[in-house]
């Protein structure tokens, strides 16, 4: 259920992100005031979305949840919890849902805190980041899913990879 809910925060975040670019691009090229002035709010709820599927892929580390392909290609029942929560972020899947919930949650925080910046300038911003975030989202979405199940589930699982083993790294 929590991979689940992931892995719908991260198409929720998606689509956002598409409609963040669409709304940035009425506002910079003044297309569309009431499509402009959604960019704020999207990409705020954007942000918040990435943050969940993000903790919903620590989760599953903290619990081993073993049904899920990169818990269980990453992490082991008998790894200490510090190298349990490492392993979200040290394989390419969950490096690559870091990244993009960065990216959304530098976006948001432009849009929660940037007020300085004229109208324009802060659409093409906003919309050059939900670009680059979309094409993130459809790598991982397509190509990298970091919630795809396992059926069925290993015992133990494959552990996280031994360099990234040193407390010390």
């Known amino acids: 259920m929590i991979a689940e809910l992931g892995l719908a925060a991260l198409w929720l975040a998606a689509s956002l992100a598409l409609l ?20 704020r709010p999207v990409a705020i709820a954007q942000g918040l979305l990435c943050l969940l599927s993000f903790g919903a892929l620590i989760w599953l580390f903290y619990i081993t949840d073993l049904s ?4 269980a290609a990453n992490s082991h029942v008998d790894k200490p919890m510090i190298f349990k ?17 960065v990216l959304a949650l530098s976006s948001a925080a432009i849009a929660l805190f940037e007020r300085r910046l004229d109208k324009p300038t802060l659409s093409a ?5 939900a670009a680059l975030s979309l094409g993130f989202f459809a790598f ?3 190509a990298s899913n970091p919630f795809a199940r396992l059926d069925p589930a ?10 990234l083993q040193d407390i010390g790294l």
Do not use: C, D, K, Y
């Not at 963040?20 to 960019?39: H, K, N, T």
């Not at 899920?68 to 818990?71: G, P």
């Not at 911003?125 to 980041?129: I, N, T």
């Not at 015992?155 to 031994?162: D, S």
């Open 85 to 101: 929560i490492a392993a979200t972020w040290g394989n390419h899947e969950g490096s690559m849902l870091l990244w993009v919930t």
């Open 140 to 142: 991982l979405l397509f």
């Open 154 to 163: 290993p015992q133990t699982g494959a552990g996280l990879n031994p360099l």
């Open 68 to 71: 899920v392909l990169l818990v």
């Open 125 to 129: 911003a906003m919309m050059a980041q």
């Open 20 to 39: 963040q670019m669409l709304a940035g691009w009425a506002g910079w090229r003044q297309a569309s005031e009431p499509l402009a002035a959604l960019l």
